[in-house]
């Protein structure tokens, strides 16, 4: 009986092991009769997760979903039964074991280079939170018909979060104003750019000051993207980074030389550069 009992425990760990169902299982080994994985290329080994999904804004707890592009190369041995069917990935924070993400990586297409070589490729997806930054492991590996496991390909993958400031590049608008009677429109125009990208910009706006010094009344200003030629801001395209708002001047404004004060403000409500124009009323 005590003989039976030892045999009974050995006959599952021989199948966990090669199972690729078990996506943790063991590495390869050359008596396993299956394809060697090498890899190729990989899109990208350092991801700021600040650039993802930030349309409302960047809230730690956001969810950002990452696409990361990878081509295999698939040496196959012995026979066509060691070519792999299926793929699957683990990556692993370095930091914290317990932030684990698997999955399975799906092959876009295979081009046979000659009997011996397949290429793979395709993309990992994954949702994460923003704040979950790291140094992670990436493992990937196939299984063939047979369940059996592939040699793991092994990479290292950064995720971190740098937020990078708006920037005013150049302010078009008038220098010198003559008052005419009667109400004059001036458009004033703003050029912003952001290392983010545009959608990262949660505002554009100015603040004017009279030639005593005294703040204007409606201070802030807020400049728009919108493209409305014939509406407040009289801006020519939408989403160019150029935000405009049309002023008026009129004979009671008082002469002298007016300072505007242009900023503009990101997502994670980071100030930019101030950028000051002066105009002059006569």
Not at 97 to 109: C, Q, V
Not at 118 to 130: A, D, L, P
Not at 135 to 156: A, E, Q
Not at 180 to 207: A, M, R, W
């Amino acid at each position: 009986m005590k003989y039976k009992y030892k045999f009974f425990l050995f006959i599952p760990v021989i199948f966990i092991i090669n199972s690729c169902e078990n996506i943790s299982g063991s590495n390869f080994n050359e008596e396993q009769n299956i394809s060697v994985l090498e890899l190729n290329e990989i899109s990208q080994l350092k991801i700021n997760t600040d650039t993802i999904n930030i349309t409302s804004g960047k809230n730690p707890e956001d969810s950002v979903r990452i696409n990361i592009s990878v081509k295999l190369s698939e040496y196959i041995v012995n026979n066509s039964n060691s070519q792999i069917e299926s793929f699957k990935y683990i990556l692993i924070n370095t930091e914290k074991s317990e932030d684990e993400i698997s999955g399975i990586f799906s092959s876009r297409k295979n081009i046979a280079q000659n009997k011996q070589v397949i290429i793979h490729e395709g993309n990992i997806y994954f949702t994460t939170q923003r704040k979950n930054t790291g140094n992670y492991l990436l493992k990937i590996f196939g299984c063939n018909s047979d369940k059996r496991i592939s040699n793991y390909v092994l990479t290292n993958l950064i995720l971190f979060r740098e937020n990078h400031k708006p920037w005013i590049e150049k302010v078009y608008a008038p220098d010198t104003i003559i008052i005419p009677e009667g109400i004059q429109k001036y458009k004033l125009i703003t050029k912003v750019s952001d290392y983010e990208g545009l959608i990262d910009i949660k505002k554009v706006f100015f603040n004017s000051y009279k030639p005593d010094g005294s703040a204007s009344n409606g201070n802030p200003f807020t400049m728009y993207d919108d493209g409305d030629k014939n509406g407040i801001s009289g801006d020519d395209i939408a989403g160019d980074g150029l935000y405009s708002l049309t002023i008026q001047i009129t004979p009671q404004n008082p002469k002298g030389t007016y300072r505007f004060d242009f900023y503009a403000m990101d997502k994670s409500d980071s100030l930019s550069n101030l950028y000051s124009h002066y105009i002059t009323v006569k």
